[in-house]
């Protein structure tokens, strides 16, 4: 930022404003990257100090069954999550905002309310209702359970980008001879995609991160990896963990940031063989 | 052909939203090939009804026909109906192309023949060339256009047109105004145009429909709802008429009517009125003379403001009475100025006799 005649005062603040910004990131970014980088420890020990390079505990990790199977379960988990709740989401976020019928400003804040619920209440309440009418814990469970964290934030993606896409496309393609569902699959659904793509997306990282209602609801045996984090940790603090909690982390900020690229390049495609001619 | 049937017709439709009734009643018949204007304030119910030749809207009582065929029941995308809406509409994640094609692909037209129609139809809005672009590269005239496109394009038996020219600027409204009206005579279309606009309604309509608060005021040529207005609504409302109040005094040749301003003026009426039965004399500003010119009856006054238009000059004059009658008249000489005493007049001829309860007498 540039200020045309600094005077002290001024320098002195943004000094000021840059240090404590400065102070806020590294706080925020220095667990991850001291995850990172220890993964990479040659050490036995979890821990700084840093002993030499090494991708041994990937090589472990690669090497552990129980740590395999735990990845393909969360990521089966989070893909069905991701299907199921942005599915979930059009459907209810269409019928809130363009149908109206008695009751749905109440059944609009109830769709949100379980968010503001605390996971581990949800969790054990779903539990509890599950052992009241004498059902066994199963996977469908768990992702049953995923699917119901998951819904409110996809519904309240999907309904703010269906505000803005205004009923008058649906009534044109309407009068145009294209069906209800016709018109609903190209013009609605196309102007809807971003907020598909983004409640996907926060679906899947919403069900891959989940630790505390996956406590309480993984059938016996079952492990996703954040349980199975937490039962390693149980154990020790090892270097494997370091390299699991990489791995963690590339998958949940990659996926997101991948589909934001994959979006944003779509809408550029489609601005690019735009003539320049100056539009009267 | 036989007799030729009405491209639309209404027969008594009546559409409520629960307790409010939008529209009472309404019936018209609509001619093939020409251009109907439903001109009304907002509220008056002219939207509804387009909305609910289009399917939009459900009617609760009543029939509508398209080209004799029976629609109430017929869902939207089956009536066959062009619409161009107040905002566009343009899809805008699809180019200029799909957007005019919409209505061909879901009628099952070969692919050779949508490009050979879409292309006629850009030639036609004068867009050739734009297949390519998306509606967000294009100007508010310009989406107006391509939305007109995509609304014949597919040679809809009705074109409806809702308020297509308000969100337009006023040079681009001027236009287009001309622009729709060629359209529509070289295609033959039959259009039904919805507006506040009284100054489109009366360029471009062979028949305006006058609403107010959900019924019909008026059906007529431009000329019969301008000149003979039906009723004191049509009469404010196109044209702000100076409405003169008053009561017959005597009735022979001509009928004499002392105006509540406290002069007497003379006018023809269709018949014979009773003396001291009320009436409004309605006369257009540009009906009235004034100054030198006035002529016919004659009224005096003073000036109490002045519009210079160079042609012309629209005096707002006071003639007792709290009354003030507005003159727009060419400028012959020299333009009154605020304050000066000067006569206005108006021919027998020139006015209309409406009655108590705001009836044209006839």
Redesign the interface.
């Known amino acids: 930022m540039k200020v045309g005649r600094p005077n002290k005062e001024g320098r002195w603040a943004w000094r000021l404003t840059g240090f404590v910004t400065l102070c806020v990131y590294i706080f925020m970014f220095a667990p991850i990257v001291a995850t990172v980088i220890l993964s990479f420890n040659a050490s036995m020990f979890g821990g700084f100090p840093m002993t030499g390079f090494s991708l041994q505990w990937y090589g472990k990790l690669m090497a552990n069954e129980a740590v395999l199977a735990a990845f393909r379960t969360s990521l089966w988990i989070a893909l069905v999550t991701a299907v199921v709740t942005t599915a979930i989401g059009v459907v209810t976020s269409f019928a809130l905002v363009r149908f109206e019928f008695p009751g749905k400003q109440t059944l609009s804040t109830l769709v949100i309310l379980p968010a503001l619920v605390p996971e581990t209440i949800l969790g054990v309440g779903l539990l509890v209702l599950i052992k009241a009418v004498d059902q066994p814990r199963t996977m469908l469970l768990l992702v049953l359970g995923h699917i119901l964290l998951a819904v409110p934030y996809v519904v309240l993606i999907t309904q703010a980008r269906m505000v803005g896409i205004r009923r008058v496309y649906e009534e044109a393609a309407l009068s145009l001879g294209a069906s209800r569902f016709s018109s609903f699959r190209e013009i609605t659904l196309p102007l809807l995609i971003p907020a598909v793509v983004a409640g996907a997306l926060l679906a899947f990282t919403i069900s891959f991160d989940n630790t505390s209602a996956s406590l309480f609801w993984r059938p016996a045996g079952v492990e996703t990896m954040p349980t199975q984090i937490l039962s390693m940790l149980k154990i020790s603090i090892s270097p494997e963990i370091n390299a699991l909690g990489t791995v963690m982390i590339l998958v949940t900020v990659g996926i997101p940031l991948i589909g934001g690229l994959i979006l944003q390049s779509l809408t550029r495609l489609k601005r690019r063989d735009e003539p320049k001619e100056e539009a009267r | 052909m036989g007799a030729a049937k009405p491209a639309v017709e209404f027969r008594d439709i009546d559409i409520a939203y629960g307790k409010f009734v939008a529209v009472r009643d309404f019936s018209l018949s609509i001619r093939k090939g020409s251009f109907v204007t439903l001109l009304g304030p907002s509220g008056c119910g002219k939207t509804t009804i387009l909305r609910s030749i ?3 809207v459900d009617i609760s009582g009543g029939q509508i026909m398209i080209d004799g065929r029976r629609v109430d029941d017929v ?9 161009v ?1 107040q ?1 566009y ?5 699809k180019t200029v192309f799909d957007n005019v094609a ?2 061909l692909k ?2 099952n037209v070969p692919k050779p023949e949508i490009a050979r129609k879409v292309g006629q139809a850009l030639d036609m809005v004068r867009l050739p060339g734009s297949e ?3 509606p967000s ?3 508010g ?2 989406q107006q256009r391509i939305a007109l496109a ?2 014949i394009v ?1 040679e809809p038996q009705v074109l409806l047109l809702d308020e297509p020219l308000s969100a337009l600027d006023a040079n681009m409204r001027e236009e287009m105004r001309v622009e729709i009206k060629k359209i529509q005579k070289a295609t033959g279309i039959t259009a039904i145009f919805v507006t506040h606009d009284q100054e489109e309604a009366l360029s471009m309509s062979d028949r305006i429909v006058v609403m107010n608060a959900g019924s019909v005021e008026q059906i007529g040529t431009p000329e019969e709802v301008y000149e003979r207005p039906a009723t004191a609504f049509v009469a404010d409302f196109l044209g702000k008429a100076n409405m003169l109040a008053g009561t017959v005094s005597r009735s022979d040749s001509t009928t004499a009517v002392a105006l509540a301003a406290g002069q007497t003026v003379d006018v023809m009426s269709p018949r014979p009125l009773a003396p001291g039965s009320k009436v409004t004399v309605v006369v257009r500003p540009q009906k009235l003379s004034v100054g030198a010119a006035a002529s016919g009856n004659r009224l005096s006054g003073r000036v109490v403001s002045t519009s210079y238009l160079g042609g012309s000059a629209i005096y707002e004059i006071d003639i007792g009475g709290k009354t003030s009658v507005r003159a727009n008249a060419p400028i012959n000489g020299r333009v009154a100025r605020e304050g000066e005493a000067i006569e206005v007049g108006f021919d027998p001829g020139g006015c209309v006799l409406l009655d108590e309860s705001g009836q044209r007498i006839s």
């Open positions: 289009a399917g939009l869902p939207i995308y089956r009536r066959n109906i062009g619409l809406f905002s509409a343009l899809f805008p994640h919409f209505g879901y009628r390519k672009k998306l590269q294009l100007s005239g310009q995509r609304a597919f």
